[in-house]
């Protein structure tokens, strides 16, 4: 169909397929998270690493868009606007992230990469959270915080 060639097969499937598989190279037992999970390429990517053995979890922002994440294939959801992504990843990931496919940027990506493991993996795809910033970037976040 169409809808297929335009989707799975096309620049959100390519995206996915490559950016998991290339960039963040999960392997089977890993934990990946996926944020804007919902959304064209964040639903492929949760897919393709559960065939590849992961645990997956996704953040999306509303119950209805967390709920069809769990129907296909993701083992954790969890809605952003609801639930802190901190408080979320550390019962759905109480060992830490290895595989974070970045949809979003800002506050989450930050939050994510604060838990990341020594030798996890990043797949920066998006920056939806400051899109709508007028100006550019309303807010800094420093994802590599000097210590």
């Known amino acids: 169909s169409k809808s297929l060639l335009l989707g799975a097969c096309g620049m959100p499937g390519n995206t996915a397929y490559f950016g ?9 037992g890993d934990t990946v998270v996926v944020s804007g999970a919902a959304g064209a390429v964040g639903s492929l990517v949760g897919q393709i690493a559960k065939i590849k053995g992961c645990k ?10 967390c709920q069809w994440l769990k129907e296909i294939g993701f083992d954790q959801a969890f809605n952003y606007k609801k639930v802190g992504v901190l408080e979320s990843l550390a019962k759905a990931a109480p060992n830490g992230v290895d595989c974070y496919f970045d949809n979003v940027g800002g506050e989450m990506s930050a939050s994510v990469m604060s838990l990341m493991n020594t030798r996890g993996r990043v797949a920066v795809c998006g920056a939806i959270s400051h899109y709508n910033d007028v100006g550019g970037y ?5 994802v590599l915080p000097l210590w």
């Not at 998991?20 to 089977?28: D, G, N, R, V, Y």
């Not at 309303?138 to 420093?142: F, G, L, Q």
């Open 20 to 28: 998991l598989l290339e960039i963040c190279k999960p392997k089977a």
């Open 56 to 65: 997956v979890i996704g953040f999306a922002g509303t119950d209805e868009k």
């Open 138 to 142: 309303s807010k800094v976040t420093d």
